[in-house]
């Protein structure tokens, strides 16, 4: 069955700081697609980026990157030069029979 | 307006009242869910619809009864609710219901429901 584990509960760290978010992924299928999402305080969920498994290239955006890792079965989200307004809680997500499955989240706190 | 909005955002009610969650989506999609976002709980997919019609029910208890009119439109109407219903009520929508998973799912800013 498909599962998605993001091991980090919280993480803080001080403006400027790198940080790196984890996630690990199981599942059966042979192709398939991973999300991040970020949902700041207010709660709505906000779209970051959806992989296809056959994409192993690293993507980045703007002060975003992720490194997808299929031997690993990881896709790793990092922030370059955290910011205040990052704070959040972050899920990675992977589709599911008939569903999209999420993980608990890590909750990012950026501190000034 | 675009995206997908969510109406109220905050709601009390007492368990023996009767109310109703709204979601429009602004985006042209077929498909919308209704997922609830508890306290230290993974998220859960409550409903979905395709084209107005139910496609999954997770086992929600009948005090949940969701609606969708039409594809762009989707309620939840609350009865006679318990307090451990309290949570965040988040709608969704994408292009069309996951086939091969690669619908990317759009959310509202959420109701934040508090039963009392």
């Known amino acids: 069955a498909q599962k998605v584990t993001q091991a980090q509960t919280e993480i803080s760290v001080v403006e400027k700081e790198d940080v790196t978010l984890d996630c690990v992924y199981e599942?059966?299928?042979?192709?398939?697609?991973l999300f991040w999402y970020k949902q700041p305080p207010s709660g709505e969920l906000v779209f970051l980026i959806r992989?296809?498994?056959?994409?192993?290239q690293n993507e980045i955006s703007g002060r975003y990157s992720w490194n997808f890792q299929k031997s690993t079965s990881s896709f790793n989200f990092t922030i370059t030069a955290s910011q205040v307004v990052d704070s959040a809680v972050y899920f990675c997500?992977?589709?599911?029979?008939?569903?999209?499955?999420f993980g608990t989240g890590t909750r990012l706190q950026v501190f000034p | 307006e675009t995206g997908v909005t969510q109406t109220p955002r905050h709601l009390v009610m007492g368990m023996t009242n009767k109310k109703s969650l709204k979601c429009e989506q602004h985006?042209?999609?077929?498909?919308m869910y209704w997922y609830k976002q508890s306290a230290k709980k993974p998220l859960e997919l409550m409903f979905v619809?395709?084209?107005?019609?139910r496609v999954e029910n997770n086992s929600v208890p009948s005090r949940f009864s969701p609606e969708c009119p039409n594809s762009s439109h989707l309620f939840l109407h609350l009865h006679t609710l318990q307090p451990e219903d309290s949570a965040l009520y988040l709608c969704?929508?994408?292009?069309?219901?996951w086939g091969q998973g690669e619908e990317t799912q759009y959310f509202g800013p959420g109701t934040r429901l508090l039963v009392l």
């Open positions: 599942t059966r299928d042979t192709t398939y697609y």
């Open positions: 997500a992977l589709p599911g029979t008939d569903k999209l499955i």
């Open positions: 985006l042209g999609h077929n498909a």
């Open positions: 969704a929508s994408s292009q069309d219901v």
């Open positions: 992989r296809n498994s056959f994409d192993e």
């Open positions: 619809y395709s084209l107005e019609e």
